[in-house]
């Protein structure tokens, strides 16, 4: 079998997991990606909420992008791109889900990024990005890996901008 694509790397700082969510709405505007899957795991506190909070606000949105611990989900209508944020952790029974109405938040121009998605196993389609953020000290190491083609065309582009960056740095 094939091993999809990954990257690793440092995050030195709260303003830095901002930046790298900002860089991951910019590459997937430019792909111009349909839809956009991404299941985020790490500890609490390891940055989950603050990695998604530059993507919403590197796709435009200029307000609050707050936790949803407590909403199950939060929508930003940033058109012509629809973007969700759930946080699982308090999901009871991934049944939960359907009622909720799951599904309909995967239609076209859409990115969902999704805490905690063990809680909705077996309800979620497959994802195209995992992104595991962990403790490295007072920093965060981030690892992002392809499940599919998209997955795959945008670790492409994070490579390429980052050897770019190193370059110009």
């Keep these: 079998m094939k091993k999809l694509a990954q990257i690793t790397l440092d995050l030195s700082d709260e303003q830095a997991t901002v930046a790298m969510g ?55 209508e940033l058109a012509p791109w629809h973007v969700y944020h759930f946080d699982l952790y308090r999901l009871g029974d991934p049944e939960e889900l359907e009622y909720m109405g799951i599904r309909d938040y995967f239609a076209q121009k859409f990115c969902c990024f999704i805490e905690w998605p063990e809680k909705g196993a077996g309800l979620l389609p497959q994802e195209d990005l995992i992104i595991n953020l962990q403790y490295n000290d007072r ?16 670790i492409a582009a994070l490579v390429q901008q980052t050897k770019t960056i190193k370059r110009q740095g």
Excluded: C, W
């Design 22 to 76: 900002k860089r991951l709405a910019a590459i997937t505007q430019q792909l111009d990606l349909a839809s956009l899957l991404v299941f985020l795991h790490g500890d609490l506190g390891a940055g989950k909420t603050t990695l998604t909070r530059g993507f919403v606000q590197g796709m435009g949105h200029n307000g609050n992008v707050k936790s949803p611990t407590y909403t199950l989900v939060e929508p930003y």
């Design 139 to 154: 920093q965060r190491l981030i690892t992002l890996q392809a499940n599919s083609s998209k997955g795959e065309q945008l």
